[in-house]
């Protein structure tokens, strides 16, 4: 379970330093996609190829099954980690994320959503959580 998160920078060439706590559980390689709100997500290849299983499942005839189809396998990308701890994120996912310096990596349980971190602190992504724990708690997530 990946959980945490860290600060880091992403340099001119898109080259991003991955946790060391990370990195253990990921392995050498792995994979990035774009994800939803606009950050970025990376499976381990288990977690990958379980979510692949899942989309190759879905209805071909239904619209909207094939586009949440495309939209996580076109942008997806196997990284691999070199001697640094680095990967290279493709520029295409980048742009997407709209990362250029400044970089947030959290945790969130089966994957890890690399975020701007711009973009991550405009979302204001804890401020309403009363709220959502109330949504949570009727979805039989009570704490």
Known sequence: MFMGEYNHTIDAKGRLIVPSKFREALGDTFVVTKGLDGCLFVYDNDEWQAFEEKLKSLPITNKEARQFA??????????????????????????????????????????????????????????????????????????
């Not at 990362?99 to 990596?105: G, P």
Request: glycine share 10%.
């Open 70 to 143: 495309r939209f996580f396998l076109a942008g997806a990308a196997e990284v691999e980690v070199d001697k640094q701890g680095r990967i290279l994120v493709p520029n295409i996912l980048r742009e997407f994320a709209q990362i250029s310096k400044d970089v947030v990596l959290i945790g969130v349980a089966s994957r890890i959503e690399i975020w701007s971190k711009e973009r991550f602190e405009g979302i204001g992504a804890f401020e309403d959580m009363d709220e959502i724990a109330e949504h949570m708690a009727e979805l039989g997530l009570g704490i």
